[in-house]
Nanobody
Framework: QVQLVEAGGGLVQAGGSLRLSCSAS????????MGWFRQAPGTERVFVAG????????SYADSVKGRFTISRDNTKKMVYLQMNSLKSEETADYYC?????????????????WGQGTQVTVSS
């Protein structure tokens, strides 16, 4: 079993940066591909970025490519999402999730574990 806890959300101006972190408990963290999702009020949860179990492969939603970077440190059981050039429309709750797969799937339903989320507000 893996428990996930996100941190790092907050209020930032448009064009600014935030770094989200996700700490994991459980002995098998390195067996899991990890993903970041976001969900704005009244919308579905959508894939933002994912990273393979080894960290050697990453994937991004088209809307964040070139601005967001996902990384992981398996020795610390941590996953990070560096978000630059944030836009107001990216205001949402951001969730960390783990899937017992090699590569991160984009579908939320494919993930086994979820954190409680951290709120990101981007002011225009």
């Amino acid at each position: 079993q893996v428990q996930l806890v996100e941190a790092g959300g907050g209020l930032v101006q448009a064009g600014g940066s935030l770094r989200l972190s996700c700490s994991a408990s459980g002995r098998t963290f390195s067996d899991y591909a990890m993903g970041w999702f976001r969900q704005a009020p009244g919308t579905e949860r959508v894939f933002v970025a994912g990273i393979s179990w080894s960290g050697g492969s990453t994937s991004y939603a088209d809307s964040v490519k070139g601005r967001f970077t996902i990384s992981r440190d398996n020795t610390k059981k941590m996953v990070y999402l560096q978000m630059n050039s944030l836009k107001s429309e990216e205001t949402a709750d951001y969730y960390c999730a783990g899937a017992r797969m090699i590569r991160p799937p984009p579908a939320p339903g494919s993930y086994d574990y979820w954190g409680q989320g951290t709120q990101v507000t981007v002011s225009s």
